[in-house]
Each structure stands twice: as structure tokens, then as C-alpha cells.
T-cell receptor, first 112, second 114 residues
């Protein structure tokens, strides 16, 4: 079945460090790919998306490129801030396009 | 433009009671989805509804759980005779017509069963 694998957290970085959170997935066909962010005690916010191969999604300094050949959608940011501390979920659109698949998420701590 | 609204934000129930969780989708959105998040886990799909129709309920437990999205008013997720294992965060999402994969999430309802 469809699934997603993210690097395990927590990831702890100092402010202004470079961030990479790896994500690979298995899915039927070529689903849209999403990154969501969950701040403490809140719901999920859509961070960025890509709908087809080689698309790059970007928002708030975060980027991810849809790599069909490696079935990956790694999240990157050049310079993290303390306010980026949250849990990040890589989420392929699942069966039928609406059963979004979520992994356990990667918790990020950014130290000042 | 208000986002997806859920209430209550926190709900405490004793074993055997009923829990009702409400979700109002974003304005103009006609698709509603419910997900459950257990502690330290990702979200798991439960059910997908459109107005007055359940489109897919493959993620719903077969007993005690039901969902509706009436013509008027919010979507309701109902859990009868709650047990401790139902304690979780329940998130509602909505999407506009034709974009089922782009879902906007509400803040969630955190259910605690004592």
C-alpha cells in the first residue's frame, strides 16, 4: 500500500543552520506531494506542495522538489529560525487523491 | 476568510459517554475529511464527506463511530460509548471542488477519555 518514510527526529539545529528533512514515499501513480507543519498545540498548516515530477514547491524559505525517479520530496531551508521549531509531515496524496498519507513526522528544534 | 473551524478544542468524556465533534469547512469548500492523530503518530484518514453524502469511510472503525455532513450546519463526527483508546486529536480538513488533494486543516479537537 501507499506509504511515506521520513527521517526520524528530533532534529536539533542552531539558528541560521541549513535544514534537510528527507522524505521518500511509495504510491500508486504519481500523486501530488505535500509538506505540512504542525506547531505545538495546533493543527496542520499546508507548507508547500508539488503536483508533478520536477516541480519545486516553496514557501517561507522552505523548498522541496518532486523527484519521480527517486520517489523523494526532501524539505530544505537555507537558514532556520527559532520560530521554525515544529513537527514537519511529508504527505503524498493517497488513494483517490484525498486519502493523504501521513508518517510520524519529524520534530525540529531550533536553538537560539 | 475564516479557516476551518472545529469545536470544541478540548473535550473530556468518561468511558461509555458520547462524544460529538464539530467541523465547519472553509467558505466555499464542499469536501470535508476527518483524520485521527494518536500521540506521537501521524494522522490517519477516517472519512470523506460531501454535503449529505459519505464518499469514503474506509478509515472509520466499524462500530461506535459515525460521521455526517448535513445540508445545513457543520460536519459532525460522533463517537458512541467512548473507550480510553479513543483518546486522540481529531482533525477536520476541507478542500474546494476539484482539489480533493489540497486539504486545509482545522486546529483539531483533543478528546480525552477518563
Amino acid at each position: 500500500g501507499d506509504s511515506v518514510t521520513q527521517m526520524e527526529g528530533p532534529v536539533t539545529l542552531s539558528e541560521e543552520a541549513f535544514l534537510t528533512i528527507n522524505c521518500t514515499y511509495t504510491a500508486t501513480g504519481y500523486p501530488s506531494l505535500f509538506w505540512y507543519v504542525q506547531y505545538p498545540g495546533e493543527g496542520l498548516q499546508l507548507l508547500l506542495k508539488a503536483t508533478k515530477a520536477d516541480d519545486k514547491g516553496s514557501n517561507k524559505g522552505f523548498e522541496a522538489t518532486y523527484r519521480k525517479e527517486t520517489t523523494s520530496f526532501h524539505l530544505e531551508k537555507g537558514s532556520v529560525q527559532v520560530s521554525d521549531s515544529a513537527v514537519y509531515f511529508c504527505a503524498p496524496g493517497g488513494q483517490g487523491g484525498f486519502k493523504t498519507i501521513f508518517g510520524a513526522g519529524t520534530r525540529l528544534f531550533v536553538k537560539a | 476568510n475564516a479557516g476551518v473551524m472545529q469545536n470544541p478544542r478540548h473535550l473530556v468524556r468518561r468511558r461509555g459517554q458520547e462524544a460529538r465533534l464539530r467541523c465547519s469547512p472553509m467558505k466555499g469548500h464542499s469536501h470535508v475529511y476527518w483524520y485521527r492523530q494518536l500521540p506521537e503518530e501521524g494522522l490517519k484518514f477516517m472519512v470523506y464527506l460531501q454535503k449529505e453524502n459519505i464518499i469514503d469511510e474506509s478509515g472509520m472503525p466499524k462500530e461506535r463511530f459515525s460521521a455526517e455532513f448535513p445540508k445545513e450546519g457543520p460536519s459532525i463526527l460522533r463517537i458512541q460509548q467512548v473507550v480510553r483508546g479513543d483518546s486522540a486529536a481529531y482533525f477536520c480538513a476541507s478542500s474546494p471542488i476539484g482539489m480533493r488533494d489540497t486539504q486545509y486543516f482545522g486546529p483539531g479537537t483533543r478528546l480525552t477519555v477518563l
